[in-house]
């Protein structure tokens, strides 16, 4: 049982568009999400992360939105650049198993020039 | 950043084979994880340590074990590698001193053959 779900699966966006990936969860007890960017032969880099008692957090261009009803949040990155082209995961985790992530498959993004 | 290092970087060793991947960080860091990751798929945590003799399985089932004598080094060692061990190894830590955020090593790219 896949624990977070994320889609879509690959994403193509022109630039300066808005790119969106969406995950969702079923663990009530997760209370930690952070969305991570890989480029090829790299190792994960943390990108921005959010806890359930906000529903949106913006750090330049990139915005989690999260929807603790419905549990949901999505990663929105806006006036994307071709530089952005890279594999997104979403991740979730419990409190006090901060480094225990639970990760999504991943969401292949390309912007084209 | 976290100054987090992984060796090697790359290696391809013949089946049977024994090897270990060197994971060390500098910051004194207690947590310490490791993740496998197959080509463009999600990361799997199979081991952690929360700190010097300290060690646990992870979510993923893993045939390596993994030991913990100081705290700026979490060897992954493979007795017997096989060709179903080939895979992206990430070494991982958090700390106060990182916000208690986890931060991923460049990976231990791993073939056998």
């Known amino acids: 049982q896949q624990q977070v779900k994320q889609s879509p699966q690959s994403l193509i966006v022109q630039k300066g568009g808005i790119s969106i990936i969406n995950c969702a969860y079923e663990?009530?007890?997760?209370?930690?999400f952070p969305w991570y960017q890989q480029f090829p032969g790299k190792g994960p880099a943390l990108l921005i992360a959010i806890r359930p008692d906000v529903s949106e957090k913006k750090e330049g261009r990139f915005t989690i939105s999260f929807n603790k009803s419905a549990k949901q949040f999505s990663l929105h990155i806006m006036d994307s650049q071709p530089g952005d082209s890279a594999t997104y995961f979403c991740?979730?985790?419990?409190?006090?198993?901060?480094?225990?992530?639970?990760f999504g498959k991943g969401t292949k993004l390309s912007v084209k020039p | 950043e976290a100054d987090i290092y992984q060796t090697p970087r790359y290696l391809v060793i013949g089946t049977g084979k024994k090897i270990t991947l060197e994971c060390s960080q500098t910051?004194?860091?207690?947590?310490m994880y490791w993740y496998q990751q197959d080509p463009g798929m999600e990361l799997h945590l199979i081991h952690y340590s929360y700190g010097v003799n300290s060690t646990e399985k992870g979510d993923l089932s893993s045939e390596s074990t993994v030991s913990r004598i100081r705290t700026e080094h979490f060897p992954l060692t493979l007795e017997s590698a096989r060709p179903s061990h080939t895979s992206q190894y990430l070494c991982?830590?958090?700390?106060?001193?990182?916000?208690?955020?986890?931060?991923f090593g460049e990976g231990s790219w791993l073939t056998v053959v």
């Open positions: 991740a979730a985790s419990r409190a006090g198993s901060q480094g225990n992530l639970i």
């Open positions: 663990n009530t007890a997760f209370d930690y």
């Open positions: 991982a830590t958090t700390g106060w001193t990182l916000g208690n955020t986890i931060y």
């Open positions: 910051m004194g860091h207690d947590k």
